[in-house]
């Protein structure tokens, strides 16, 4: 089955500063990417994906890339502000029968935005 | 429009002792999912239901079951909890009919179960 890696597992910005976390996947049949964002005590919320066909992909302040050569798929943030401190999960969705439906996810990225 | 509900919020049991989570959609999703999510694990999946009438395990299925009631409701039962299922327990739905639009898999999740089995 598929494994995701997610690095690294708690980053420390300063407000105005950017953030980048890192995700690598296992199998190569992967053509889902979406990243979801859990403020303490909350449900995680899905705040940017990416398709297999598609190297980058941008929404206001956020941006996800995707390199199928090495199998690995970034969360690129700028300007954080302090209400982006959260944790942050990658996941993973394999097409075929074995995987049907799946998300494997990584293990989160505590992010903390300094003021 | 509630989305995807869970009850309880909060729940104690001890060693031994049996419940089940209570999952209900409102978005006439086809698939449901039930995770564990303990601190520095992520997001693991316990079972899933890709449509109403199946259900199959996921990473972690042991010590739990589950029952899909129809299409709107997921619950998942711990016959004899353990100290090692205390954790926090989300269920999700997403639309996924035959992958025709990747916003299909967009899951969407429920407020959370904390369970502590003592």
């Known amino acids: 089955g598929e494994n995701v890696e997610q690095h690294p597992s708690t980053l420390s910005v300063q407000e105005g500063d950017s953030a980048v976390i890192k995700c690598t996947y296992s199998?190569?049949?992967?053509?889902?990417f979406p990243w979801y964002k859990q403020e303490l005590g909350k449900r995680p919320q899905l705040i940017i994906d990416?398709?297999?066909?598609?190297g980058e992909k941008k929404d206001q302040r956020i941006a996800v890339t995707l390199n199928k050569t090495a199998k690995h798929f970034s969360l690129h943030i700028t300007e954080t502000q302090p209400e982006d401190s959260a944790v942050y999960f990658c996941?993973?969705?394999?097409?075929?029968?074995?995987?049907?439906?799946?998300?494997?996810f990584g293990s989160g990225t505590k992010l903390n935005v300094k003021p | 429009n509630a989305g995807v509900t869970q009850t309880p919020k909060f729940q104690v049991l001890k060693t031994g002792q049996s419940m089940t989570l209570q999952c209900a959609q409102d978005?006439?999703?086809?698939?449901m999912y039930w995770y564990r999510q303990d601190p520095g694990m992520g997001l693991r999946l316990i079972y899933y239901s890709a449509s109403e009438g199946t259900t199959d395990k996921g990473e972690v299925p042991n010590g739990y079951n589950v029952s899909r009631l129809n299409k709107r409701e997921f619950s998942l039962r711990l016959e004899s909890a353990a100290p090692s299922q205390t954790s926090v327990y989300f269920c999700a739905s997403s639309a996924f009919a035959s992958g025709v639009s990747f916003r299909d898999y967009e899951q969407y999740f429920g407020p959370g179960t904390r369970l502590t089995v003592t």
């Open positions: 996941a993973a969705w394999a097409s075929g029968s074995y995987n049907f439906n799946k998300f494997y």
């Open positions: 978005m006439n999703h086809n698939s």
């Open positions: 990416i398709r297999s066909n598609v």
């Open positions: 199998d190569s049949a992967s053509n889902y």
